[in-house]
């Protein structure tokens, strides 16, 4: 098992920059691919980034591609989403993931509890 825990989350302006953090703890952390995803209401769940266990590769799709960067501290068991240059758009509930393997593309086994981000125009 591997228990996830989201930092909060909070209220940005448009424009501006929020970093969530996800804390690890239960099995080895170094042996999970590390994922974020967001759900809007009323719209579909969204991979926004994915992290190989080894860092050595990443996914963004296009919507977040250049403005959201995943990292992890495998030291410090946590994986971290720098959310720059942020929309409203952007406005959602994150969850932190966690996946058996080094891919970052699959099915997810472990999840956050969700933060919520607000982004104001």
């Known amino acids: 098992q591997v228990q996830l825990v989201e930092s909060r989350g909070g209220l940005v302006q448009a424009g501006g920059s929020l970093r969530l953090s996800c804390a690890a703890s239960?099995?080895?952390?170094?042996?999970?691919?590390m994922g974020w995803f967001r759900q809007a209401p009323g719209k579909e769940r969204e991979f926004v980034a994915g992290?190989?266990?080894?860092?050595?590769?990443?996914y963004y799709p296009d919507s977040v591609e250049g403005r959201f960067t995943i990292s992890r501290d495998n030291a410090k068991t946590t994986a971290y989403l720098q959310m720059n240059s942020l929309k409203p758009e952007d406005t959602a509930v994150y969850y932190c993931?966690?996946?058996?393997?080094?891919?970052?593309?699959?099915?997810?086994?472990?999840w956050g509890q969700g933060t919520q981000v607000t982004v104001s125009s």
């Open positions: 239960g099995r080895t952390f170094s042996r999970f691919a």
């Open positions: 993931a966690a996946r058996a393997g080094p891919g970052v593309l699959g099915k997810y086994d472990y």
């Open positions: 992290l190989s266990w080894s860092g050595g590769s990443t």
